[in-house]
């Protein structure tokens, strides 16, 4: 039994050959390509409008007719609550265990273009959403279903979805905080396990605005910590930053990597553990992004776009220089998180290990209970059956979370990767084919702002689409 939970079994050797012929052949030609015509087709958006996203974030309310819907800001936190984790302390380590420090500067690249990616798909979302009940829902398979009109294609990016996150990504942050745990304290992972999947299990089954109000808590709360404790390691060693910086970059492009075959290794590393970390493209935050209460499709895209920016530019930039100036061996035995709690452990003591453990306890139980979401959403795609939902909810909080604190680090991250590179691809294809509409309501949204008014959007904008909501009062939308 033990070598099923293991990277070098033979789950593990299938899992990691999938995973590593679809990035290398396939994946990350069309993820750069996709990221750089997004780029082009908006004029920038990402970087032109960054001063408007910032303004968008305290705009809305969520409530509209008497009516509570989740707001601007606790969509944003439930998509950062997934970005901002174990990608940015676990995922950084690794890319530069295994990609060396070059692979820090394809994880700045893959945001930076990746973005306006994570634009296109999130305005979607807000453009094709639907009303259930009390409140909105949305996403992928929803904008391939009314947009493409491709219902197989709809079905199998909510399957893709459900078993990325809800199974995959959840034994990742499990694994994370058990390792985490183990190094800091000592405790037995099974029982770590056991017990996260017991918390987990109680906020999944309160439902989304459960998760929303603590995701709006704790994600502010943990990235305030870790961002304090990064700034102070930074400015003790500021003098090193030009240095550091000539590290990353001339690893990204060295000779020495290049003559070695060591190159795409970097740029392969980087923009996995780029792409788990920020996930732009991906399709999983468009989720969340269509369950906000907005007058303009283009606003949620445009908050959404700024988590991109906070999760990779940010945060896991700051775990990058710790992990680089701390000075520890990043090619030696330590990998993941215990690669991350060694670096602060060698700058500020033990108090640096044990505070990575609780960082990463908060970071990742708010991700496993945002990843449930996503697929939650897509599984209420799927099928209206009550005993399907909570057979769901049971094995994404439960049942995938204690495999992922008795699995191997490996064997988790490698599974990860195989999921994620099939789910970005087929969100690539849609958001590539239904962009056009994008584009259109981001001019829409400009020549609004420019006449000085509140954009506000009208599915009479778009009479061709089959759109449910954006009624003509705008408080509707």
Sequence with gaps: MSDLFSADGWLGRVVAASSDFLWTYILIAVLIGCALWFTIRSRGVQFRMIGEMFRLLGESTGK???????????????SVATRVGTGNLAGVATAIAIGGPGAVFWMWII?????AS???ESTLAQLFKQRERHHFIGGPAYYILKGLKQPWLAALFAILISVTFGFSY?????????????????????????????LSLVVIFGGIHRIARVSSVIVPIMALGYLLLALFVIFRHIDLIPQVCKLIFQDAFGVRQIAGGGFGAT?????????FSNEAGEGSAPNVAATASTSHPVKQGL???LGVFTDTLVVCSCTAFIILFSGVDTQGSLNGIALTQAALEAEVGRFGSIFVAAAILLFAYSSIIGNYYYGAANIRFLTNKKWVLTLYRIFSGGVMVVFGAMASLGLVWNLGDLCMAL???CNLYAIVRLGKYAFRLLDDYRTQRKAGRNPVFTRTTTPELDIECWDEMPGQS
């Design 64 to 78: 509209h007719d008497g009516k509570k819907h989740i707001s601007s800001f606790q969509a944003f936190a439930v």
């Design 111 to 115: 945001a930076l273009l990746g973005s």
């Design 118 to 120: 994570a634009f296109v």
């Design 170 to 198: 959840n034994s990742i942050q499990s694994n994370t905080i058990c390792n985490a745990l183990n190094v800091a304290f000592g405790f037995d992972p099974l029982v770590v396990g056991l017990i996260l999947a017991t």
């Design 267 to 275: 740029l392969m590393t980087g923009i996995k553990r780029g792409l």
């Design 303 to 305: 908050i959404q776009t």
């Design 423 to 425: 789910l970005t691809a």
